[in-house]
């Protein structure tokens, strides 16, 4: 099915600052043979033809700022390859309590006052369980979207009433990936299946929240891999508001520890090719920057990528220091990108 006018969930995609181009494909029929075709188009091309595309929709020389924080660290009972949270891996992160609300809220307002317009909270569950911990995540979330940020939570499986609930204390959006392709996510978790995976983000699609879905690439993934988890993500119904695209940090302790780190090129390849599948989301380069350089950065910015996680953490590993971003993006003159309903 192919959509040439602005789509019904159009507002959903509150970032798009421009009045959708007619021209503007929104395809849910993708084939392995056609995204394959593009993810190995000659590089500057494939850059240019994203880039194109991305100063169609969005503002060019913006990027959204994120804060992520993690509000319940470690203890996971899953068995997540890549994830030094997963109880079962000697990674040296400690399980820790549910954070305090006050405390959370601290740490949004402070992100806020450094340029920060959206706020991400993770925590290491397999699935929220209700009771007075949801309902603390579900103040938080009030708490964040009262000083005017987006609120988006990653808080593993839900069921159809949390998504609810979730909805009416205002979250914005709430992320759960697909990791990798379904044929390869079999060598990276056990305990959890696709399914599930595609289960949640239904819910979350139903409850009318924005959906943030997308994965991780450098975990021996085939290119063939990370086209179809691409597929997965683009020939739903609707596409994801936002597709993260992480490159794996490999931290001792985890099944995963002895990758090699991504080729930079190949991250820039990535959100090339979910930037032209998915024109109107925001694509956010997320994990994996500490092992880039500066112009290695850019060059996926040029591809499309129009957000950043900011801050010395992600959730448990490091990300680049606040003021080496903040003098990246002066010197590359980008500046953030607000929210279409708050500019
Ligand atoms: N427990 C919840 C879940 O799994 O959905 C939420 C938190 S989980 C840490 C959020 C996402 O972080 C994972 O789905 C994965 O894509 C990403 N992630 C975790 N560890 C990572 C790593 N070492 N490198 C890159 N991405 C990672
Ligand atoms: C996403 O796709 N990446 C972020 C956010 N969504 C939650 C998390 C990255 C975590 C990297 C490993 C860590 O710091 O623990
Ligand atoms: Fe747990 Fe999420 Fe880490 Fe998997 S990715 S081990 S579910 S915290």
């Not at 969930?9 to 970032?15: L, M, R, V, Y």
């Not at 959370?104 to 317009?117: M, P, R, Y």
């Not at 990936?177 to 390869?184: F, G, Q, W």
Request: charged share 20%; hydrophobic share 40%; with cysteine.
């Amino acid at each position: 099915m192919t959509e040439l006018a602005a789509p019904p969930h159009f507002t959903a995609h509150a970032h798009v600052s421009k009045p959708l181009p007619t021209a503007v494909n929104l395809r849910h029929d993708w084939t392995q043979a056609q995204v394959r075709a593009l993810h190995d188009k000659p590089l500057l091309e494939l850059v240019y033809e994203a880039q194109t595309l991305h100063r169609q929709v969005f503002q060019e020389n913006h990027v959204q700022l994120c804060s992520l924080l993690s509000i319940k660290t470690g203890g996971c009972s899953e068995d997540c390859g890549y994830c030094p949270q997963a109880a079962r891996y000697d990674t040296g992160v400690k399980a820790e309590k549910l954070m305090q609300v006050a405390d959370v809220l601290k740490s949004a307002t402070a992100a806020k006052e450094a340029g920060a317009t959206r706020f991400c909270m993770g925590a290491a569950w397999r699935e929220i369980k209700d009771g007075p911990q949801f309902n603390s995540v579900l103040d938080m979330v009030k708490g964040v979207k009262a000083l005017g940020l987006e609120a988006c939570c990653t808080l593993g499986m839900l069921s159809d009433s949390q998504a609810k609930a979730l909805k009416e204390a205002g979250l914005t959006a709430y992320n759960h990936n697909l990791d990798t392709s379904a044929e390869a996510y079999g060598d990276i978790i056990s305990t959890r299946t696709y399914q599930d995976r595609l289960k949640t983000i239904e819910r979350v699609r139903n409850a009318g929240i924005s959906v943030c879905s997308g994965g991780i690439i450098g975990m021996g993934e085939s290119i063939d891999d990370r086209c179809n988890l691409l597929i997965t993500l683009a020939n739903q119904p609707v596409h994801p508001e936002s597709v993260p695209i992480n490159a794996l940090v490999a931290v001792e302790g985890t099944p995963l520890e002895k990758q090699a780190p991504v080729k930079p090129v190949e991250m820039v390849r990535m959100i090339a090719t979910a930037r032209l599948m998915m024109p109107l989301a925001m694509v956010r380069l997320s994990a994996g920057r500490m092992q880039m350089s500066q112009e290695a950065q850019l060059l996926c910015m040029m591809a499309g990528a129009n957000s950043i996680f900011f801050g010395d953490k992600l959730l448990t590993t490091d990300n680049p220091a606040y003021g080496e971003d903040m003098a990246l993006l002066k010197e590359a003159g980008i500046a953030p990108l607000l929210p279409a309903v708050e500019r």
